[in-house]
């Protein structure tokens, strides 16, 4: 199959776009349709990052901070760990059809399942629990002493005939070989779509059966559904339900336009959950589980989170009924270093700022915000004695090291005692990796 390398968000012209596309307008038509394509000004933008999946081409769409491919094939593969790691935590894929004409969000999400479960939990069985008279296996005393007479001897019962019992694991279960089938299927595939390496997996051949061999497609659901309903271990439930949903979509697969996609449209999600993860946030932590530099306060309840401290809006009726808003502005990361509140968010933004150019800067509400999150959190800054606060953008580069680039300020909010905003690069690829090792980053390499 073909692989192309696509930047999230360049600026490609229609003949490149269909060029890359092997000149299906089709496919085009159906990229824009669902916003995986947006047409600016005769030019055209992917706003996506991942994997797409078309007939006999691969598109492999990195993120926007990527400056150069010279190493492209191991940032993409880092890129898909990430996106694998996030997708297992925040939207692991549906049983239901709920895809869209002619596109699968979770098609690849469900074969890749079936491969990283079979290694970390075998294939799908049923274990038989056999009784005998005499055999081998463990003594149900139960049944010894309830089906046979005892013989007494100096005081005590002995009995001629023990009844006993063992499990086997049938191999030859349908859903057994059902699975196997599957699992070998979706490896195959994986395989020759090059996926497979691309999310660190070996092959598996486990059979060498058809669909055909158990039946036709409504006698397989069938049976999956009968199999369902009288199955409980929920991680076995997993995997009927994903056989089930996995077989019953697999023929709208069949259709040479029909595109298949692994990844997401909103990267700055997964940068501002990754940021809030290796730089230890603490929003959501409860007030009593907090380090702080002095005792809680006892005006603050314990079980009240960080979040919590943030007020919401009031609409108020002529003075006479108030409204609390929903929602209210949110900070992406609040820690603590030495002493100091640390208020840091985190920006999907390709910024360019040094002594000649200003380009691709967040927009005046963004620096708003962030000074009102200090404003939200200045009376427990100062109950609790801290000693500072340090307030930062944090923007990914395609460099290697963490630098402080300067700072913005808006004299209106910075007039009233509050801190300027940091401008903090860092290295995404290094981000990236602490995400996916599960480590975490200390404060001070950010040299607030």
């Not at 158990?214 to 997993?238: A, S, Y």
């Not at 801290?386 to 580069?397: D, T």
């Amino acid at each position: 199959m073909k692989n192309v390398y696509i930047k999230e968000l360049k600026h490609y012209s229609r003949r490149k776009i269909l060029e890359i596309l092997q000149n299906d307008e089709n496919i085009l038509d159906k990229l824009l349709k669902y916003d995986i394509v947006k047409s600016i000004n005769e030019s055209y933008q992917f706003v996506y990052v991942g994997v797409i999946i078309i007939e006999n081409i691969i598109l492999n769409i990195y993120p926007k901070y990527i400056t150069s491919e010279s190493n492209i094939k191991d940032d993409f593969k880092q890129v898909i760990q990430v996106i694998k790691k996030y997708n297992r935590f925040h939207d692991d894929f549906r049983y239901q059809n709920d895809e869209l004409e002619d596109i699968s969000y979770n098609r690849l999400s469900m074969m890749l399942f079936f491969v990283e479960d079979y290694f970390e939990n075998g294939v799908y069985s049923n274990i038989q629990n056999i009784l005998q008279t005499n055999g081998n296996g463990e003594i149900n005393w139960n049944r010894t002493v309830n089906e046979n007479v005892a013989i007494l001897k100096d005081g005590k019962p002995y009995y001629t005939d023990l009844q006993t019992k063992y499990k086997i694991n049938d191999l030859f279960d349908y859903f057994r070989l059902l699975h196997e089938y599957v699992i070998t299927e979706c490896s195959i595939y994986l395989e020759k779509t090059g996926l497979l390496e691309l999310f660190d997996l070996t092959p598996v051949e486990l059979s060498d059966k058809q669909q055909d061999d158990f039946g036709d497609i409504e006698l397989i659901l069938k049976r999956l559904q009968k199999e369902l309903n009288v199955e409980f271990n929920t991680h076995k439930q997993k995997i009927l339900q994903s056989m089930h949903s996995y077989l019953s979509n697999k023929n709208a697969h069949t259709n040479e336009n029909y595109l298949t996609l692994y990844g997401t449209s909103t990267y700055h999600v997964i940068w501002e959950a990754m940021c809030a993860y290796v730089f230890g946030d603490k929003l959501h932590k409860r007030l009593k589980d907090l380090t702080l530099p002095v005792n809680l306060n006892p005006k603050y309840s314990p079980n009240n989170k960080l979040i919590d401290l943030i007020k919401k809006p009031k609409w108020i009726y002529k003075n006479i009924h108030e409204h609390e808003a929903d929602g209210t502005f949110i900070p992406d990361i609040v820690t603590f270093h030495e002493d100091e509140f640390v208020i840091l968010d985190a920006k999907y933004y390709n910024l360019k700022f040094d002594m000649g150019k200003l380009d691709g800067q967040p927009g005046l509400e963004s620096i708003t915000k962030q000074y009102l999150y200090e404003l939200a959190f200045r009376e427990f800054i100062k109950d609790h004695e801290f000693k500072g606060v340090k307030n930062a953008f944090l923007f990914p580069s395609y460099e290697r090291e963490i630098e402080n680039k300067g700072n913005v300020k808006l004299d209106i909010l910075s007039n009233k005692k509050l801190e300027d905003i940091q401008v903090i690069i860092l290295p995404a690829g290094e981000i990236n990796q602490l995400y996916i090792d599960n480590k975490l980053v200390k404060i001070e390499k950010l040299d607030l």
